[in-house]
């Protein structure tokens, strides 16, 4: 079993749309949760942090983090063609070694 | 400037051959890392540098070998490539390598094994 679990997709939605995106882990160490956002033929780039659990929210972007179901979710408000991309979940527990999901594609249609 | 570069961009090489990808960053940080990303997109740590010095070292076959001439560089050196070896490698950089450090990835080699 991957450390990280989440769904590849592809996920297609309208403009506008809210977007939830998710992943599992097994490990209950981690406790460091970030998200990033990969374009096509491009390296990742960090999205969002966050540590331990609750939310955070950053302009569309919301982050959540349910360590007692070992879940957590990206939220996108308001979805636009430029989000269209690669998102990947990744977690630590105490700091080098970050586990990578496999990374869900969107596809935002104008 | 480019933060982290790494060259070359693509790479195709048949099976059997010896490369290396090469990465700089101009950040100032003292960690950097290696990442295999497969075709189904998976992004997995194959080392990572601090100062110079290896951190970790992941369960990655020994034709790999990674060298740090100085902290603002880390290359990777493949021997011997199979056709498995075939994927996106990125290089990353950060401060200090702590989990609350933000990675900047560069923008990937892609390597074709034939």
């Known amino acids: 079993q991957k450390e990280v679990e989440q769904d590849p997709g592809p996920l297609s939605v309208p403009e506008g749309a809210i977007v939830s995106l998710n992943c599992t882990y097994s490990n209950s160490a981690f406790q460091y949760f970030m998200w990033y956002r990969q374009y096509s033929r491009k390296g990742p780039e960090l999205l969002m942090y966050?540590?331990?659990?609750g939310n955070k929210e950053d302009g569309r972007f919301t982050a959540q983090v349910d360590k007692s179901s070992k879940y957590i979710s990206l939220f996108i408000r308001d979805s636009q063609p430029s989000d269209s991309a690669t998102y990947l979940c990744?977690?630590?527990?105490?700091?080098?070694?970050?586990?990578f999901g496999t990374g869900t594609s969107l596809t935002v249609i104008p | 400037d480019t933060a982290v570069s790494q060259t070359p961009k693509y790479l195709v090489t048949q099976m059997g051959n010896d490369k290396s990808i090469k990465c700089e960053q101009n950040?100032?940080?003292?960690?950097m890392y290696w990442y295999k990303q497969d075709s189904k997109k998976f992004l997995k740590i194959m080392f990572s540098y601090n100062n110079k010095e290896l951190i970790i070292n992941e369960t990655v076959p020994n034709r790999f070998s990674p060298k740090s001439p100085d902290k603002a560089h880390l290359n990777l050196h493949i021997n011997s490539l199979e056709l498995g070896d075939s994927a996106v490698y990125f290089c990353?950089?950060?401060?200090?390598?702590?989990?609350?450090?933000?990675?900047?990835f560069g923008p990937g080699t892609r390597l074709t094994v034939l």
């Open positions: 990353a950089s950060s401060w200090t390598g702590g989990a609350t450090d933000t990675q900047y």
């Open positions: 990744a977690m630590s527990a105490s700091g080098n070694q970050f586990y």
């Open positions: 950040l100032g940080h003292d960690t």
């Open positions: 966050t540590y331990s659990s």
